[in-house]
């Protein structure tokens, strides 16, 4: 399940690079976006 969340995130934005800077690097940021969410949900929970 954690794969395709990865895969969605790196996807979608790979696909607003394509249109603004680039698709690697569109691809890069959804996959940092992905991992900061679901480190502050973790953050939470720990708390």
Not at 35 to 44: A, C, D, G, M, W
């Given at each position: 399940?954690?794969?395709?969340?990865?895969?969605?995130?790196?996807l979608?934005?790979?696909?607003?690079?394509?249109?603004?800077?680039?698709?690697?690097?569109?691809?890069?940021?959804g996959?940092?976006m992905y991992i900061?969410?679901?480190?502050?949900?973790?953050?939470?929970?720990?708390?």
């Amino acid at each position: 399940m954690m794969g395709t969340r990865v895969m969605t995130f790196a996807l979608v934005g790979g696909g607003i690079g394509f249109f603004l800077d680039g698709v690697m690097v569109g691809a890069l940021v959804g996959t940092l976006m992905y991992i900061s969410i679901q480190l502050e949900e973790f953050l939470k929970q720990r708390k």
